[in-house]
């Protein structure tokens, strides 16, 4: 096992967890870790709003574009490739991990084969109000059909004609979505987010501040993270 020392944050989508987490690990020269479910595939970049390839390259940010939609993905497989990159990050360099994916999270601090222990893990979550979350969401949707997501799923779809059974539950990218359906089913996303980590950790919750998680994490952190080799 790699052990390394790593400062964590999870929440829902949209609760702008990324935005500080980069803040954070820019200040600290940390690299950052991704523990998003649909940031592994390449090309779905719009409509999972995946950060820009500057910030994927200052931050030598892992778990991105590690497979094609057409391939299958697993949490077993993001710990994978999360071991490699953690085993490519120098000794010295902090750590942040940051996402919405609880699955991640948990095979990450808890194992996939092990038994698991009571109390789950704990670690940062970000509490922020539903109606906020709804309302970032509608601005962030209306961002990615100016964006051109509607001729990034055209571009997917020719290249990839079929698709992994884990790529077709990104949101978004159906065939038929109109902004609605993608909207009702995004905010189900957060919900059902907010009630993985209510349930399956310990959450420390924090308001969606850097403030706020820059304390947490100079009060309760670094966690100790184990990479399998």
């Known amino acids: 096992m790699l ?17 500080i987490a980069s803040t954070l690990a820019r200040e600290m020269g940390a690299w950052i870790l991704s523990a998003d479910s649909m940031l592994v595939y390449r090309g779905m970049d719009i409509g999972t709003a995946k950060p820009s390839a500057a910030e994927r390259e200052e931050f030598h940010m892992g778990g ?8 299958e993905f697993s949490s077993g497989a993001w710990l994978r490739a999360a071991s490699s990159w953690a085993a490519a990050v120098p000794s010295g360099v902090p750590i942040v991990i940051v996402g919405g994916t609880g699955l991640y999270f948990s095979a990450l601090l808890r194992g996939l084969d092990r038994r698991w222990e009571k109390p789950p893990p704990e670690y940062p979550v970000i509490r922020i ?20 997501l509607d001729a990034e799923k055209r571009r997917l779809k020719e290249l990839y ?18 902004r609605a359906k993608i909207l009702t089913r995004t905010c189900q996303l957060a919900k059902r987010q907010d009630t993985w980590f209510r ?3 310990t959450p420390i919750y924090v308001d969606p501040s850097v403030e706020a998680v820059r ?13 399998p080799t």
Do not use: N
């Open 215 to 227: 304390e947490c994490w100079q009060s309760r952190g670094p966690w100790k993270v184990s990479f």
């Open 161 to 178: 004609p079929t698709w992994s059974r884990t790529a077709s539950l990104a949101i978004g990218y159906r065939e038929g979505d109109d």
């Open 129 to 148: 109000d539903r109606a906020v979350v709804r309302a970032r969401i509608a601005a962030r949707l209306d961002a990615m059909f100016m964006a051109g």
């Open 3 to 19: 052990v390394r020392e790593a400062y964590i944050l999870a929440g829902p989508t949209a609760s702008g967890k990324s935005d």
């Open 199 to 201: 349930h399956q950790a």
């Open 64 to 71: 991105v574009d590690v497979v094609t939609p057409a391939e």
